[in-house]
């Protein structure tokens, strides 16, 4: 039974995969990962992500402008940066080795432990490109529950809240480790294909048919 779901198990590991790469690069380039709303000015809520401020207005739309120095930003948006990247490179080379190892594609069907060395470490790459997108927003959340929280700032200073591109980035790094893990658990089971058996017959038919010739008096 584990084989026949086999093939459908890895194509959802591999699509949930690919939307947590989507979600992760949509991540990487929302500039909502700090929202801060105004008491004097309710008409006007000023974001953050990792590349611009924005400010929004309920009738001038939305106006960004993008951070003039990477040295100048807060070491969580520094580290940030860096890991969303590595987290959309690993998730990329994790589609494209998970890809070539599935079992519906033809390519290399009869070089099954190949594939299957491929999947795992497509799977592997999933994982690790879960986590490096986990890691940012979850650091970044922490210093914002921080800043909210400390007691030295007074209380009529603005407080940076949640923005929704944190929440994004970790579905985006739920999905990949799912689709990771949905990939990794189909390596355990074994799969025969019809072309392979048939290619497995004719060889031992083929060796019987020497054996019984070099028997043969």
């Given at each position: 039974?584990?084989?026949?779901c086999?093939?459908?198990v890895q194509?959802?590991g591999?699509?949930?995969?690919?939307l947590?790469?989507?979600?992760?690069?949509?991540t990487?380039?929302?500039?909502?990962?700090?929202n801060?709303?105004?008491?004097?000015?309710?008409?006007e809520?000023?974001?953050?992500?990792?590349?611009?401020?924005?400010?929004?207005?309920?009738?001038?739309?939305?106006?960004?402008?993008?951070f003039?120095?990477?040295?100048?930003?807060?070491?969580?948006?520094?580290?940030?940066?860096?890991?969303?990247?590595?987290?959309?490179?690993?998730?990329?080379?994790?589609?494209?080795?998970?890809?070539?190892?599935?079992?519906?594609?033809?390519?290399?069907?009869?070089?099954?432990?190949?594939?299957?060395?491929?999947?795992?470490?497509?799977?592997?790459?999933?994982?690790?490109?879960?986590?490096?997108?986990?890691?940012p927003?979850?650091?970044?959340?922490?210093?914002?529950?921080?800043?909210?929280?400390d007691?030295n700032?007074?209380?009529?200073?603005?407080?940076?809240?949640?923005?929704?591109?944190?929440?994004?980035?970790?579905?985006?790094?739920?999905c990949?480790?799912?689709?990771?893990?949905?990939?990794n658990?189909?390596?355990?089971?074994?799969?025969?294909?019809?072309?392979?058996?048939?290619?497995?017959?004719?060889?031992?038919?083929?060796q019987?048919q020497?054996?019984?010739?070099?028997?043969?008096?």
């Amino acid at each position: 039974m584990a084989s026949v779901c086999r093939p459908g198990v890895q194509l959802s590991g591999i699509l949930l995969a690919l939307l947590g790469w989507v979600l992760s690069c949509l991540t990487t380039y929302l500039p909502q990962w700090k929202n801060l709303n105004l008491e004097l000015n309710e008409l006007e809520i000023w974001t953050m992500g990792l590349w611009q401020a924005c400010v929004v207005q309920e009738e001038g739309g939305m106006q960004c402008k993008d951070f003039d120095s990477f040295l100048a930003l807060p070491p969580e948006l520094r580290i940030s940066r860096i890991l969303m990247f590595s987290s959309n490179g690993l998730g990329l080379l994790g589609l494209l080795f998970s890809g070539l190892g599935l079992d519906c594609l033809k390519i290399g069907e009869r070089q099954q432990d190949h594939k299957k060395r491929l999947l795992l470490f497509g799977g592997t790459l999933f994982w690790v490109s879960g986590i490096t997108a986990i890691v940012p927003v979850s650091w970044v959340a922490h210093s914002t529950v921080q800043e909210f929280w400390d007691e030295n700032i007074p209380d009529i200073v603005p407080r940076w809240d949640f923005g929704e591109a944190l929440f994004v980035g970790w579905l985006a790094g739920f999905c990949l480790l799912l689709g990771g893990s949905l990939l990794n658990c189909t390596i355990c089971s074994t799969e025969v294909h019809p072309s392979s058996a048939r290619y497995a017959a004719a060889e031992q038919r083929d060796q019987c048919q020497r054996l019984e010739t070099e028997t043969r008096p």
